[in-house]
């Protein structure tokens, strides 16, 4: 398997070839698309995107295998997450987004890549559709790990 290692901005590297698992057994390595989801979630945090999470809905919804939710404070902070990862995974030679729904007004933005879903919401609307909630099940990892936050 190959390894990649990135650095984030709050000092933890991550390296695929290891699994990021948390308590609740998720392991994003197993999939095809993890490289792009843990590019994904550097990406976000350039942007300074707020709670981030991996959530894994794999075994029960046979649409994707992860979701990637993050937050932004505003609409123009939304609007900078959604360009930030679709520019930083097509510049590491990875897929498009097969559709964005929501990048009219930036309150919720969904982008589709396939085995992984990016949810990109600005903070009420988050409030309000409370996915982690809804998938409070699944496993969850925090991004990046050691952000204390409660989601459930």
Do not use: C
């Amino acid at each position: 398997m190959q390894r990649l290692k990135l650095q984030l901005s709050s000092g933890m590297t991550l390296e695929i070839g290891t699994s990021l698992q948390d308590k609740h057994g998720l392991v994003v390595s197993g999939v095809a698309s993890s490289k792009w989801i843990l590019v994904t979630a550097k990406a976000i945090e350039e942007k300074s995107g707020r709670e981030t999470v991996i959530i894994d809905v794999g075994d029960v919804f046979a649409i994707t295998e992860y979701f990637v939710i993050t937050s932004g404070r505003t609409s123009r902070q939304v609007k900078a997450i959604v360009e930030e990862v679709e520019v930083a995974i097509k510049e590491g030679g990875g897929p498009s987004p097969i559709r964005i729904e929501g990048n009219d007004e930036y309150k919720w933005v969904l982008m589709d890549y396939g085995e992984f879903l990016v949810h990109v919401f600005d903070s009420n609307e988050r409030d309000y559709y409370q996915l982690e909630r809804l998938w409070s099940d699944r496993p969850l990892a925090t991004f990046p790990p050691d952000e204390a936050i409660n989601l459930r």
